[in-house]
């Protein structure tokens, strides 16, 4: 059993979707730090974290996979303020017929606060999982993208805005089930804030035989920072005996933005209610 049905999909469609999940995603937060940077009546904060991770040329099909994908935000705002927090994730992984499977994940957050009494949260993650059984003698092998982007907008010093985020996959051998071994990996991982005490990176790590180009750019000032790490590759490994290996993979973006003296009103109401959370899951195993 597929994680979605297929049969209405080509290769051309999953791949041109793959592609808009690469390159949307960001352009949305680089608009929305554009649009107010050069609007003063839209001053405000503004946070935002997006990663992405897509897989494809696999030598061998998956005996079995998992996709999870979930998304939290929180919006509160006083009288005079507005703050609107948005997440979204998708996790996907095709076994097709006569073509190497294909598997891609993305999620994003962006927070946008305004005024003088507001707290917003966003919270977005997307994992996959696969199961692979490799022969006597065989090469197991794929070729992968990622990618991170992180970014913070602060108009006046008393506002405050968090971003980070990581991107990560690992293969693992799995041949027993007691002795789990982590074979390859490769990490991007990043952080923004605008508090001068804390410090602010993208990096990218991998370990194992990973082959491998990144590159990375940043643009940090007193209002506006920006981060972004690119990396592109692929792994092969060669295998004397029979193995069972599994590829975990995922990415876990979060924003922040808040004016940190909430009114009294807006402290009552926050230990009333407690966080008022909205909360998206999909999970899917075949």
Request: glycine letters at 8%; aromatic letters at 12%.
């Amino acid at each position: 059993m597929l994680p979605y049905k297929t049969e209405n999909y080509t290769i051309y469609n999953i791949k041109l979707n793959r592609n808009l999940l690469f390159w949307v995603t960001p352009g949305v937060a680089i608009a929305a730090i554009g649009a107010i940077a050069s609007s003063p009546a839209q001053a405000g904060t503004l946070s935002f974290s997006g990663g992405m991770l897509e897989f494809e040329n696999f030598s061998h099909s998956s005996y079995s996979t998992g996709v999870l994908s979930q998304t939290n935000t929180l919006a509160i705002a006083g009288e005079g303020s507005s703050v609107n927090a948005m997440s979204q994730a998708t996790a996907n992984f095709w076994n097709l017929p006569n073509w190497a499977p294909l598997a891609n994940l993305a999620s994003s957050s962006l927070v946008l606060g305004q005024g003088s009494d507001y707290l917003g949260k966003a919270r977005s993650q997307a994992h996959i999982l696969g199961n692979f059984s490799i022969g006597e003698s065989e090469s197991f092998s794929f070729d992968f993208n990622a990618f991170l982007t992180l970014g913070l907008l602060v108009e006046e010093k008393y506002e405050t805005a968090k971003a980070k985020g990581t991107v990560s996959f690992g293969l693992f051998d799995t041949t027993k089930s007691d002795q789990v071994s982590l074979l390859d990996s490769v990490t991007l991982s990043g952080k923004l804030s605008p508090s001068p005490g804390d410090s602010n990176f993208i990096n990218y790590q991998s370990f194992g035989q990973i082959q491998a180009t990144d590159s990375s750019y940043t643009a940090f000032d007193s209002k506006q920072k920006f981060a972004q790490q690119l990396v592109s590759g692929s792994l092969q490994r060669y295998f004397e005996n029979p193995t069972h290996l599994t590829l975990v993979a995922f990415s876990i973006n979060e924003a922040e933005v808040q004016v940190p003296e909430p009114t009294a009103t807006f402290a009552l109401f926050l230990v009333g209610i407690g966080f008022c959370v909205k909360n998206k899951q999909k999970k899917v195993h075949n």
